[in-house]
């Protein structure tokens, strides 16, 4: 913990971290206030942004206080600020990169690997980060910002009252959920947020604190009325079975699509990686590029939410969705290939929104289009958020508050399961596990595999190790060591390195003379190191076919430091899973 940290949130008191510990009550009001913490800094982060808007772009309230709601904006100022805003971002990246050269953890990430621990030092900087790329007009969202700050403040707090793991990961859900109720003015979406990506699970005693930080996140930004109000969607009424498959098809569609939109940020971000000169300028080059994409229609800045209205007002064209579709796509690449902060959540609806727009036209002659464009809309949306977001009961949630209408609920069920169905098949991931792929991190879901990484061999082996010189005869080690006073013999050689195991068994059944003991030896390569996780090790064991091994501090000194049998690896393996299952059944009891 830095100092930073411990002057913002010192620990509270004893009483009152006894209470938090011991009642399920106590936790819910606190992450109470880490919903209201949420809604503040959606509010704040939100009228700097708008702030910025009208600073650099002369935004006023006539597009609703977004920049992507302008029909023009001057060329030169537009490409100016931007390119400017995209120095800006490198050049503060290159100074954060090397005062805090670690790399951030988000909240996927800190619950998956880390038991829920965040940073609120590094959060802050993703936020200005991420204020900054939005502000300059960047094509991404601020969810991700939202989300990170939230979740933080959940962490921080949580650790000020010492609770439990599964608690603490809990308070980070909540502090996410909270954040994309409150930026939606939709609690239970925000809820499902955090249960399908943050926390990985759903469970009774998770629910709790998960829907009070939402409500009390919403409930900030409705008091405080300061952001702008969200989507009003007009409710298309029900599906007619014609209309139900063209709905199957625009999902599909529009997963297919969310696919390649990821597929081209990678692509993106490699261009950019192997573009000679210093990193600091990738999103200056970035940022001149999206500003010259801007000069043609402005819905390619910020997130797009004004964009969005006019597609559901019925203002954009089938042809014009296409243009949009292509510059937007374009456009959110380019920002996160290049070095903006940010993420594609709002992108990924407002895409949606024109996907769904550009299939239903499509199929339209063919006689199996929904019956209105709002529905063809609104179910791309729901198809290109649940492929790139990943979390599909989040959409169902936010489509039908948006809407209001339960008759379209069941169309956006099913586009959420046939984009989910299709990207699972074809591509694997969704846009946050896509990217920890790419890092090399095994991290599919937020669920709990930290356990797996911290029980490493070391906590779990033996460290009284009973060793033989490989030269010792096997007359003279059968009288060192007779039947019944250990299981194994661990041979040296002589330098001391490892040099294979001897079964007392098998020691005992061999002739006794002059033999050199190393023709009994088994597993001379075969050996664990002390910083293997639990599972390499069972790896190890199943692949050697062993059912102990010898530990080296590291494969090349084979330096013995102790034991570990396989049947101790598999209680201690079964042990974690077994708590690990009560934790998301949301058992706290001890097994009986």
């Known amino acids: 913990m830095n100092r930073f940290q411990a002057r913002l949130f010192p620990h509270a008191p004893s009483n009152l971290r006894t209470l938090v510990r011991g009642n399920e009550i106590w936790l819910s009001v606190l992450a109470g206030f880490v919903g209201i913490l949420s809604g503040l800094c959606v509010v704040v982060m939100t009228h700097l942004t708008f702030w910025m808007h009208r600073l650099l772009f002369g935004v006023s309230g006539v597009s609703g206080g977004h920049l992507s709601g302008l029909n023009a904006l001057p060329p030169l100022r537009t490409v100016v600020v931007l390119g400017g805003g995209g120095l800006m971002i490198g050049l503060f990246g290159v100074l954060i990169a090397k005062i805090m050269p670690r790399s951030p953890v988000d909240p996927i990430e800190a619950n998956a690997l880390h038991g829920g621990r965040m940073s609120v030092r590094d959060s802050l900087v993703i936020v200005c980060q991420t204020v900054l790329s939005n502000g300059v007009g960047g094509s991404i969202g601020l969810e991700a910002g939202f989300t990170q700050i939230a979740a933080a403040f959940g962490s921080r707090i949580g650790r000020s009252f010492r609770v439990r793991r599964e608690d603490l990961r809990v308070l980070v859900g909540a502090g996410a959920g909270a954040a994309i109720g409150a930026a939606f003015d939709a609690p239970v979406a925000g809820a499902f947020y955090a249960f399908e990506l943050v926390i990985g699970s759903y469970s009774l005693g998770s629910l709790s604190p998960v829907a009070v930080a939402a409500l009390a996140g919403v409930g900030v930004t409705r008091f405080l009325g300061s952001v702008p109000p969200g989507i009003v969607i007009p409710s298309p009424g029900a599906l007619s079975w014609e209309g139900t498959a063209g709905a199957v098809l625009i999902s599909v569609l529009t997963a297919l699509t969310a696919i390649g939109l990821m597929f081209c940020v990678t692509q993106t971000e490699g261009l950019f990686r192997r573009m000679p000169g210093p990193v600091w300028l990738r999103p200056a ?38 243009v949009l579709l292509l510059l937007k796509a374009l456009a959110s690449c380019l920002c996160i290939g290049s070095g903006f902060r940010g993420g594609l959540f709002f992108a990924s609806l407002y895409l949606g929104s024109l996907a769904g727009t550009i299939y239903g036209t499509l199929l339209a002659p063919l006689g199996i289009a929904p019956d209105s464009v709002t529905a063809c809309a609104l ?10 977001i990943g979390s599909p009961m ?44 790419l890092r090399g991190e095994s991290i599919r879901s937020a669920v709990d595999i930290g356990w797996m990484r911290s029980l490493n061999v070391r906590r779990m082996m033996r460290g009284q190790v009973r060793t033989l010189p490989a030269e010792t005869s096997v007359n003279r080690a059968q009288t060192l060591f007779p039947l019944g006073s250990a299981q194994r013999i661990v041979l040296l050689d002589e330098a001391g390195h490892y040099d294979g195991i001897v079964h007392l068994a098998e020691l ?18 075969a050996m664990l190191t ?49 708590r690990s299952r009560r934790s998301l059944a949301g058992d706290d009891s001890l097994p009986t």
Not at 415 to 436: C, H, I, N, P, Q
Request: hydrophobic share 50%.
């Open 508 to 525: 005992h059944a061999a002739p006794a003379d002059q033999t050199s003991i190393r023709t009994l030896a088994l597993f001379r390569n």
């Open 394 to 437: 989040t959409m169902v949630c936010l489509m039908l508050e948006l809407t209001g209408s339960v008759s379209m609920s069941g169309a956006t069920l099913v586009a959420a399961v046939l984009s989910l169905l299709t990207v699972r098949r074809l591509f694997g991931y969704s846009f946050a596990t896509w990217r920890f792929h």
């Open 285 to 322: 080059v970035g940022g001149l590029i999206v500003g010259g994409l801007a000069t043609l229609h402005p819905s390619v800045l910020s997130a797009g939410h004004e964009a969005m209205r006019a597609v559901f007002a019925g203002n954009v064209t089938a042809r014009m969705a296409v």
């Open 379 to 388: 179910i791309g949306m729901s198809a290109m958020a649940v492929a790139v």
């Open 530 to 578: 002390s910083l293997m996780n639990i599972r390499e090790a069972i790896e190890l064991f199943e692949k050697a076919e062993a059912d102990a091994l010898v530990v080296v501090e590291d494969p090349q000194s084979r330096q013995v430091i102790g034991t570990l049998t396989e049947q101790h690896a598999l209680r201690r393996y079964a042990e974690e899973l077994e």
